[in-house]
């Protein structure tokens, strides 16, 4: 019988979790969680026809705005990073690339978690900051 | 009735790529030829020409081709269904690599379907005759154990094309649910264990392009989801005592 083991064992140190029911459930909470958050902006959006920066600057004064914005904020990093590591797991595969598909993916993924990085510190910065 | 018909050809001993060719063939009316039926015509015009067949009534799974973009088995696949505007292209099904011509290598197919362990076990001492279930379990497999695992399903699915090593595919995740929703199976954990990483079930999105091509009617993404949903209950509840 041929040996299988290369199908056995499936192990993905970059992957969110490396757990698939994980990922798969950070991705439904963190879309829920987006989803929430757009739809509670629009609805404020909606109710404020006038808009001006004051009224802008003072909704993200109050401090729960500001506590859903960051959620809103992780959500979207987490829910991006599961999405970028399937979609390059997908189509920068050694099936499809051969041996050179992990220097695309390391390329891709260290490319990608950079730009997350730099989004969420400067989130914070823009929620938080002075 | 003259019919164009393309079919793809490779033959590893003489073509360094492969290449569409293009036949001419004349269909006796009176009767819906099926797609098999129009292969066995054009052997006989071409001997060159390479397919799998056996059982000619759907029940082997031997011809799975694509047929104008769609897989499905050529033996009880009507022209009349497939054919557009007199044209028809056939060619294997996509995603693993060709042998010759319509035939094409099921090795990854085969290791992913060994892989879901395609068996009962069951710990429990052996009884003196046949294990016995009740009607109701065994009508949940009902839906599953007729795959006939032609791999029509699984060369539909892009997951599959991309990750045929580590994504179990559909008609292998059909076999594993068939397995894990058998009361007489009693390997539930050690199955589902060996499910949870984020490719063997995960890269499904649930497209549905096996339920759209299964010749048997069967429903993988239904059963995909039922293993999601095991899985989860496995998640969220707490662990067994260790002994």
């Known amino acids: 019988m041929p040996d299988s083991s290369a199908a056995k064992m499936v192990t993905q140190v970059t992957a969110m979790s490396r757990n698939g029911i994980s990922d798969w459930l950070i991705q439904r909470l963190s879309a829920l969680l987006l989803a929430f958050y757009t739809v509670s902006l629009v609805i404020w959006f909606l109710m404020t026809p006038s808009l001006s920066y004051d009224q802008w600057q003072a909704l993200f004064d109050t401090s729960w705005v500001q506590v859903c914005a960051l959620v809103g904020l992780l959500a979207a990093c987490a829910h991006a990073w599961i999405g970028v590591w399937t979609c390059g797991s997908d189509y920068l595969s050694d099936h499809s690339l051969g041996a050179r598909a992990v220097i695309f993916r390391f390329v891709y993924q260290t490319t990608s978690i950079l730009i997350l990085i730099v989004y969420l510190l400067w989130g914070i910065n823009i929620l938080w900051g002075t | 009735m003259t019919m164009a018909v393309s079919v793809y050809r490779y033959n590893p001993d003489t073509d360094q790529k492969s290449r569409m060719q293009d036949y001419e063939i004349e269909i006796p009316g009176g009767r819906d030829l099926m797609v098999l039926d129009l292969l066995e015509l054009l052997k006989e015009q071409d001997p060159s020409l390479s397919y799998r067949r056996s059982c000619r009534e759907g029940v082997c799974g031997s011809d799975g081709v694509n047929m104008n ?175």
Request: charged letters at 20%; one cysteine or more.
């Open chain 2, 69 to 243: 973009g769609k897989n499905g088995l050529a033996c009880i696949t009507p022209l009349s269904e497939v054919v557009r505007a007199n044209k028809l292209s056939i060619k294997p099904l996509p995603g693993l690599p060709v042998i010759r011509d319509l035939v094409i290598d099921l090795t990854q197919f085969y290791q992913q379907y060994e892989r879901i362990k395609p068996y009962l076990i069951n710990d429990a001492p052996q009884v003196a005759q046949e294990r016995l279930q009740s009607p109701e379990d065994r009508k949940k497999l009902d839906g599953l154990y007729e795959c006939i695992l032609c791999a029509c399903c699984s060369t539909a699915c892009p997951s599959f094309w991309w990750n045929p090593d580590k994504f179990v595919g559909p008609a292998g995740l059909l076999q594993a649910y068939r397995f894990l929703v058998d009361s007489r199976d009693t390997a539930t954990e050690e199955r589902l264990a060996a499910l949870e990483d984020p490719f063997s079930v995960f890269r499904c999105r649930g497209i549905m392009n096996c339920v759209s091509v299964c010749p048997r009617g069967l429903n993988p993404t239904r059963a995909i989801g039922h293993i999601r949903n095991m899985l989860l209950e496995r998640a969220v509840q707490p662990s067994p005592p260790s002994s």
